[in-house]
């Protein structure tokens, strides 16, 4: 990785992390999920910046992946333990980070997952196996009680990719990829008062395309003609203003031109915490960009 990419990793690491914070000042009882992701996304793009996933608010048991859809009208309440999760990118140059906001009183669950965080930045440089930063991250959330969520990782990113090597877990395996020189990666911990595994819930609002092919519906070609820009990042159902839009998303995910983001979620009932920062590994440790 050049200096000039590590500047542009670093210009958006700047800006997530500010509007990061702005964005939890506005997670109060009584707030729209809906006005709160608007607003964040009106942020980034004043900001020069490009959105590099729809933020995420994602509620109690639900870890990831939900956000605002259409006319869609819930409020925060008090009691709720509301995840987000935002991501922007300069040029390609991805940065990936999260808080949880406690609207109730979980303050140990939230310091579980910030802890496990912090235990994993202080590990996170060249010659390190990500298993070894998956055992300190378990660790630190069961040291206070908690379960690690073992189907969630961190994960490498690169230019318009969310999802590249290495894949760091929210346990200890004693391998996993070896950390070197150069890798951008977003370490996120997931604390659970659960089950500590997360299943695919019925609510879906986030896809991405994953494949160019010829599509027959014209709804399905407005969709397409909607997301060109994305080059692949995930967008937003909210976003599309093509008739008939669910129709035409379905039939491209049967197609297989498009993939789905289901909201992520443990047992009924429970609360998962989630912290998150993207770093860069330098030959002496690592970069935070979102701290």
Excluded at 108 to 113: F, G, H, T, Y
Excluded at 174 to 198: C, N, Q, W, Y
Aim: net charge negative; charged share 25%.
């Amino acid at each position: 990785m050049n200096d000039e990419m590590i500047d542009r990793y670093k210009q958006s690491g700047r800006l997530a992390k500010k509007i990061l914070q702005k964005g939890a000042r506005m997670i109060v009882p009584g707030a729209s999920l809906a006005e709160v992701a608007d607003c964040i996304c009106t942020m980034i793009h004043e900001e020069g910046a490009a959105i590099a996933f729809p933020p995420n608010l994602s509620l109690n048991e639900a870890a990831a992946h939900d956000t605002a859809g259409p006319s869609d009208d819930r409020m925060f309440s008090d009691g709720d333990l509301v995840k987000l999760d935002i991501g922007i990118h300069i040029d390609g140059c991805i940065a990936d980070t999260a808080l949880t906001v406690d609207l109730g009183d979980q303050p140990l669950l939230v310091e579980a997952s910030r802890a496990a965080l912090n235990a994993a930045l202080s590990l996170a440089r060249p010659g390190v196996r990500a298993g070894e930063i998956g055992a300190a991250v378990q660790e630190a959330i069961v040291s206070r009680g908690f379960r690690p969520v073992v189907n969630l990782t961190g994960h490498g990113l690169d230019l318009y990719s969310l999802h590249a090597s290495p894949s760091v877990p929210n346990t200890g395996s004693g391998g996993g990829t070896l950390l070197k020189e150069g890798m951008a990666i977003a370490i996120e911990p997931f604390a659970s008062t659960g089950h500590g595994r997360v299943t695919e819930g019925s609510r879906v609002e986030i896809f991405s395309q994953i494949a160019v092919k010829p599509v027959r519906i014209p709804a399905g070609r407005k969709i397409l003609e909607e997301i060109r820009d994305r080059r692949g990042l995930p967008f937003a159902r909210r976003w599309l203003k093509t008739d008939r839009a669910d129709l035409a998303l379905t039939a491209l995910i049967r197609q297989g031109v498009l993939r789905s983001y289901p909201v992520l979620q443990d047992i009924p009932g429970s609360l998962v915490s989630q912290a998150e920062h993207t770093i860069i590994v330098t030959d002496e440790g690592c970069i935070v960009t979102t701290e």
